[in-house]
């Protein structure tokens, strides 16, 4: 079998007729098929062949999607506890579950603690914004204790490329 490595260097691969947006640098790409290659050896006895250059733009995707170090963790991952060569399909579900448990774990290690003067992470306020003076018309605003708790949490998920942030996750 062709390495994939090599694959990846020849001109008339379609990896590497993909525009540049839909691609790893060349580096991270290189670090990738590497880690492909000796994740198939791995897998001995799983005849991947032609396959592996179809896995490897599976993985070169994800990595696009969720940045290279999660799709590296996902794919170390699957050593420890896959018997077959993970399908880029598999690397994603762990990823997203990495990202879950990510989340879970900060939500237990920084929980939101009410400042005690709102009502449920809710507070009155007037027309224009301000503490509401107990008179006249009023509106319920999330207390800061609350949004700026929720501003910690966003900032702290796990790490996501641009694409996923305009996407408003
Ligand atoms: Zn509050």
């Known amino acids: 079998m062709e390495s994939i490595g090599q694959l990846a260097r020849t001109q008339g691969s379609a990896l590497t007729r993909r525009p540049s947006d839909e691609r790893l640098s060349g580096?991270?790409?290189?670090?990738?098929a590497t880690l492909t290659e000796q994740m198939a050896a791995a897998y001995p006895h799983q005849e991947l062949g032609?396959?592996?250059?179809?896995?490897?733009?599976g993985y070169e995707l994800l990595a696009l999607e969720f940045g290279t170090l999660a799709v590296r963790d996902a794919l170390e991952r699957a050593l420890t506890h896959q018997k077959f060569f993970p399908h880029p399909s598999e690397i994603r579900e762990a990823i997203e579950m990495a990202a879950k448990q990510?989340?879970?774990?900060?939500?237990?290690?920084?929980?939101?603690?009410p400042c005690g003067s709102c009502m449920d992470s809710w507070r009155p306020v007037n027309a224009?914004?301000?503490?509401?003076d107990g008179h006249g018309p009023h509106r319920m605003q999330r207390c800061s204790c609350f949004t700026s708790w929720?501003?910690?949490?966003k900032g702290s998920s796990l790490p996501v490329d641009h694409k996923r942030k305009a996407a408003g996750e």
Request: aromatic fraction near 8%; charge should be neutral; charged fraction near 35%.
């Open 128 to 132: 224009d914004g301000t503490p509401w």
């Open 102 to 113: 990510a989340r879970e774990q900060q939500a237990a290690a920084d929980p939101w603690v």
């Open 50 to 57: 032609e396959s592996l250059e179809v896995l490897l733009r």
């Open 27 to 32: 580096a991270e790409f290189a670090k990738l």
């Open 150 to 153: 929720q501003r910690r949490r």
